[in-house]
């Protein structure tokens, strides 16, 4: 198990789209942050925790995920994400 592999595509101070590629077995873990996070799953099988609420996700699904919501996942399925910030995670940078 490995920490999945991390991609700025673009970001502006408003911003930042990233680039997480997983192989099954990786996780993120549990974490929050003032950000609004969108994700949209590229490809691969995931389990998310949101905040307490457990659910997978596959190819084409998105959600969102709250400022301040404590989240984290599981790799099912070795595939990639795509996870929008608002504002930018200067942090990442």
């Known amino acids: ?13 408003d911003l930042m789209v990233v680039r997480f590629a997983f ?3 990786d996780r993120g873990a549990p974490h929050s942050h003032p950000h609004v996070q969108s994700t949209y799953v590229q490809s691969g099988r995931y389990r998310f925790t949101v905040d307490g609420r457990d659910f997978q996700v596959g190819p084409g699904d998105a959600f969102i995920i709250p400022s301040g919501a404590e989240h984290g996942c599981e790799c099912l399925e070795g595939g990639v994400l795509i996870d929008s910030f608002t504002p930018r995670r200067d942090d990442f940078l």
């Open 23 to 25: 192989d099954a077995g």
């Open 1 to 13: 198990m490995t920490d999945p592999v991390r991609t700025v595509l673009a970001h502006s101070p």
